[in-house]
Nanobody, 113 residues
Framework: VQLQAFGGGAVQAGGSLRLSCTAS???????MGWYRQLPKKQRELVAA???????NYADSAQGRFTISRDNAKNTVDLQLRSLKPEDTAKYYC?????????WGQGTQLTVSS
């Protein structure tokens, strides 16, 4: 599976942004999700969604971010709202196929106050 992420950039606090990720190479993707990583920090889950549409959010994302996927197109999107400076990080798309986790290349989001 190959993943390509789009949509990072720079926004002001309170703003919104949409991240998109397209997967290719497999039609058996169970879980797709978004993680983020700050410099010298561990990568952390932001949100995940399984094929049935059930979602899981980090506490920091709950109520502000929405994850969605299109199984036919093998895409997963993350709508981010009410952004805060502490959301600044590199965001990584992620997919699990047959128990194997694959990462996209990451896309930088910078939120200014």
């Amino acid at each position: 599976v190959q993943l390509q992420a789009f949509g990072g950039g720079a926004v002001q606090a309170g703003g919104s942004l949409r991240l998109s990720c397209t997967a290719s190479g497999s039609s058996r993707i169970n879980t797709m999700g978004w993680y983020r990583q700050l410099p010298k920090k561990q990568r952390e889950l932001v949100a995940a969604i399984i094929r049935s549409g059930r979602t899981n959010y980090a506490d920091s994302a709950q109520g502000r971010f929405t994850i969605s996927r299109d199984n036919a197109k093998n895409t997963v999107d993350l709508q981010l709202r009410s952004l805060k400076p502490e959301d600044t990080a590199k965001y990584y798309c992620n997919a699990i196929v047959d128990g194997v986790r694959t990462w996209g290349q990451g896309t930088q989001l910078t939120v200014s106050s």
